[in-house]
């Protein structure tokens, strides 16, 4: 079998998580040395790349350790990535310049946003005529994306097509962490039901709208369709990949489930909020429906999350973008201790009493990452996990988002690429590019390029 076999039934295919099975028996025991367990593209685990992006910048006081080098302690808000620290590479510094002004005034949001995987200024305009550029992920996809079913995958939280535009951009900027080319966005989908029927389709459109149709008239499964072709391929398996393969379509059908269950709740995709002023204030915002406090938000996210781990390991894709809100946010976090509107709360003016709120805010984003690595790191590839064989950048464009400043960003950096990467670390990375840092991470998967944006060169972190 190879990484491309697939359980297939009637508009479905089901990929295959790795198998031993997978791999030629001459390969096998080499294929399970740390030395060789993640070489780029290697059947014994992929390296794959992920950028998850929050809004609004940080409470960088309670975000920053006081410390570079190995020896640091980790910063009351990266506490809640504690059990990650070895694997975690923080770095300070990064600058995003291309998301500063640079003559065109306001719109700080819109340009971190576009900039932040870019590089590029992004051309002010409300129009159709947007201009950016190639951002990190498709650079990616275009080097290693022929390997997998979807070259890359685009997910996310909020529509944020729905939101006001900010100081005159298109709201293309701010919505669209991805962009294919200059002029071409790469549109998110912020609905974890689609994303898992695209993972699940078997590539004709109607065929799979038709089988989509039955099943759900029937109350049916995914697997259903599948499940003659499983029955087989489990006869072939030894019985640790039977156990694997249990495990895998179990999973499956969980989530499946917690989707239908959440079907009858989850209200459409929130807007990503008007983007405000500096002086306002939240119980305003409120008056005018800006704030979207939802009790549907943790759901959303972790079946978001679920999915994207489910695409992951069956290898339907190694180069996924995923922000947690869109850039001028209001949503508000009660279940962080945080039931105020997030952007209103980032421009904190410097009260203490906001701040802290920030901070809770930026805490609890991590808690879902941590959700992510934690599910990730569950799932084996030979002696490693799929979360040692990847590269997970969380971070943002903004950095204090009172400010609206680009450089210091807020930075962290998960997962080894396969033992390449020294992680148990802070960085000092002051005054470079955070393009640097793409580039390097493009090398470390195997989707090397020679320049992305304004990048100057490639930051270390092997």
Not at 23 to 52: C, F, K
Not at 66 to 85: C, D, I, M, V
Not at 221 to 247: C, F, H, I, P, Y
Not at 260 to 271: N, V, Y
């Amino acid at each position: 079998m190879t990484r491309r076999t697939m359980l297939r039934g009637m508009g479905t295919a089901v990929a295959l998580p790795f198998l031993e099975s997978m791999i030629p028996p001459s390969r096998l025991l080499a294929a399970n040395t740390p030395a060789n367990a993640a070489g780029p593209g290697g059947e014994a685990g992929p390296r794959r790349l992920a950028w998850i992006y929050v809004p609004n910048g940080c409470d960088m006081q309670n975000w920053t350790p006081a410390k570079f080098g190995n020896n640091y302690e980790l910063s009351p808000t990266l506490q809640t990535l504690a059990a990650y620290k070895d694997r975690m590479l923080v770095v300070s510094g990064l600058v995003c310049e291309k998301a500063n002004p640079n003559g065109d005034g306001p719109g700080d949001h819109a340009r971190a946003n576009a900039a932040y995987l870019t590089g590029e200024q992004p051309f002010k305009t409300g129009g159709a005529n947007i201009h950016l550029g190639k951002s990190a992920d498709q650079a990616a996809a275009e080097q290693i994306g022929h390997l997998t079913k979807f070259a890359s995958l685009e997910i996310g939280m909020e529509d944020g097509r729905k939101a006001a535009s900010d100081s005159g951009y298109s709201l293309s900027y701010s919505h669209n962490l991805s962009w294919k080319n200059a002029t071409t966005p790469m549109t998110k989908d912020v609905n974890p039901q689609s994303v898992f029927d695209r993972l699940f389709a078997a590539g004709n459109p109607g065929e799979s709208a038709e089988a989509k149709a039955r099943r759900e008239a029937d109350q049916k499964s995914v697997l259903d369709a599948v499940v003659q072709d499983a029955n087989r391929m489990q006869g072939r398996l030894g019985a640790a990949d039977r156990n694997k393969l249990d495990e895998y379509l179990t999973s499956v059908r969980e989530i499946e489930v917690r989707l239908q269950r959440a079907a009858s709740s989850l209200p459409p995709p929130i807007p990503a909020g008007a983007v405000r002023p500096i002086a306002y204030d939240s119980s305003t915002e409120k008056k005018v429906g800006i704030s979207t406090s939802s009790t549907e938000y943790p759901t959303h996210a972790k079946l978001m999350i679920d999915v994207m781990v489910l695409a992951f390991q069956a290898d339907l894709t190694r180069v996924i973008t995923f922000p947690f809100a869109d850039e001028g946010s209001n949503q508000s976090y009660p279940w962080g201790g945080a039931d105020v509107p997030h952007h209103g709360t980032s421009h904190h003016m410097g009260d203490p009493k906001k701040m802290a709120l920030l901070a809770k805010i930026n805490a609890y984003h991590l808690s879902l990452f941590a959700y992510m690595l934690e599910k990730l790191d569950q799932i084996k590839e030979g002696n490693m996990s799929i979360l040692d064989n990847s590269l997970i950048a969380y971070g943002s464009g903004n950095s204090d988002g009172n400010r609206h400043n680009h450089d210091n960003l807020p930075f962290v950096l998960l997962g080894k690429g396969g033992n390449t990467v020294r992680t148990g670390r802070h960085l000092d990375a002051t005054g470079t590019p955070i393009n640097n840092l793409w580039l390097s991470m493009l090398d470390h998967a195997g989707a090397s390029d020679n320049k992305l944006g304004d990048s100057t060169g490639r930051l270390n972190i092997s």
